[in-house]
């Protein structure tokens, strides 16, 4: 089972940013959105699709739609320059899986 | 506050085993199942395995399974990886990772840990 991302996205400051994920198994199972600073442990961002951990900044969002999953970063700062990963499981719950990471570049 | 704590011998030869410890605090460590998740150099994340709250269901990766060894004691709050036969592509950041519900909701992760494997 995998979870497709694209590898990069690239926005301007103040922009939106889009990062989508798909995987034939998301319509069953949550999926979770993690970003990873260069050197540093991910930190959960998003969590069951659409939730917000407390701490984590408004502009981050999460939708989800049939078998692709969207992280959304409206009014993108400097500071979201970092590597997201989708991550869910497989529908028997056996697996954790990953997507590939997509770089998010602020120009 | 919450706090995981890897540990464990950072080089290891090709073929050779290496334990991984982490220790955890700030939250009751026997209610909540745990994970291993890795990180190659340069490369994305990996799940690696899973261990049950009581320590008594296991699940592991296909890359790792029959080779890895993933247990817990609840007594001392500590969560272990057993890896044995180890190869090149092993080499990687080894994360202790909390999981909110069972169901792979990952919501507190260790600094990590770098096992490289080489002669």
């Known amino acids: 089972y995998e979870l497709t991302q694209t590898p990069s996205v690239s926005v301007s400051p103040g922009e939106t940013a889009r990062i989508t994920c798909s995987g034939d198994?998301?319509?069953?199972?949550?999926a979770y959105w993690y970003q990873q600073r260069p050197g540093q442990a991910p930190v959960l961002v998003i969590y069951?699709?659409?939730m917000r951990p407390s701490g984590i900044p408004e502009r981050f969002s999460g939708s989800s739609s049939g078998t692709i999953v969207t992280l959304t970063i409206s009014g993108v700062q400097a500071e979201d320059e970092a590597d997201y990963y989708c991550?869910?499981?497989?529908?028997?719950?056996?697996?954790?899986?990953f997507g590939g990471g997509t770089k998010l570049t602020v120009l | 506050e919450v706090q995981l704590v890897e540990s464990g011998r950072g080089l290891v030869q090709p073929g050779g085993s290496q334990r991984l410890s982490c220790a955890v605090s700030?939250?009751?460590?026997?209610?909540?199942?745990m994970h291993w998740v890795r990180q190659a150099p340069g490369q994305g994340l990996e799940w690696v395995s899973r261990?049950?709250?009581?320590?008594?269901?296991?699940n592991y990766a296909d890359s790792v399974k029959g080779r890895f060894s993933i247990s817990r004691d609840n007594a001392k709050n500590t969560l272990y990886l057993q890896m044995a036969g180890l190869r090149a592509e092993d080499t990687a950041v080894y994360y202790c990772?909390?999981?909110?519900?069972?169901?792979?909701?990952?919501?507190?992760w260790g600094q990590g840990i770098l096992v490289t494997v080489s002669s």
């Open positions: 198994d998301l319509p069953k199972q949550f």
């Open positions: 991550q869910s499981a497989d529908r028997s719950e056996t697996y954790g899986v």
């Open positions: 990772v909390r999981d909110e519900d069972c169901n792979y909701f990952f919501d507190n």
């Open positions: 700030g939250f009751p460590f026997s209610s909540y199942c």
């Open positions: 069951k699709d659409t």
């Open positions: 261990i049950y709250k009581d320590g008594t269901r296991t």
